[in-house]
């Protein structure tokens, strides 16, 4: 008698992985926000030492952000192939052969689940940023909204 298949992973996974989106697009804000505030705070004043402190920040921010991308591709490998497996039936550790047709057929749909949970644990965070937008500028807000919608 088999299993039943089941598409939802365990929570283990996805905690972390809501965690790291979270981050990441925190982290899409350092660009704009460091820009701000070289323009307010290091051009008004010409201060040099306020310049430094900033980009060691930014750098700082950026390093960490490339970091928990990489973790959170890594949970998504290990989703991807706990959610693959499971919906082919094959959880008891099957390999396929390297050179077979069968083995890129199933590392491409391996890829393309990767990729829609990539997108669907970014898309959870995308009211928030919007809320930002509003908060920072209503001209802003209005602005990505229409991008959202021509998009």
Not at 60 to 67: G, H, N, P, Q, R
Not at 81 to 88: C, G, K, P, V
Not at 124 to 145: A, E, G, N, R
Request: aromatic letters at 8%; glycine letters at 2%; charged letters at 15%.
């Amino acid at each position: 008698m088999s299993q039943p298949i089941t598409l939802f992973p365990t929570r283990k996974v996805i905690i972390p992985l809501l965690l790291c989106g979270m981050i990441i697009n925190l982290a899409i804000l350092i660009s704009p926000i460091f820009m701000m505030q070289v323009l307010d705070k290091v051009v008004a004043s010409q201060n040099l030492n306020t310049l430094l402190l900033l980009l060691i920040m930014a750098v700082v921010a950026l390093i960490l952000s490339s970091t928990i991308e990489g973790l959170r591709n890594r949970l998504l490998i290990v989703l991807s192939n706990q959610t693959f497996l499971r919906s082919l039936d094959l959880e008891k550790n099957v390999e396929f052969p390297k050179k077979s047709p069968n083995s890129t057929e199933a590392l491409r749909l391996q890829e393309v689940v990767r990729t829609h949970l990539k997108s669907v644990f970014d898309a959870i965070w995308m009211p928030l940023i919007f809320l930002f937008l509003w908060f920072l500028d209503i001209k802003y807000f209005l602005i990505s909204i229409c991008v959202c919608a021509i998009l």
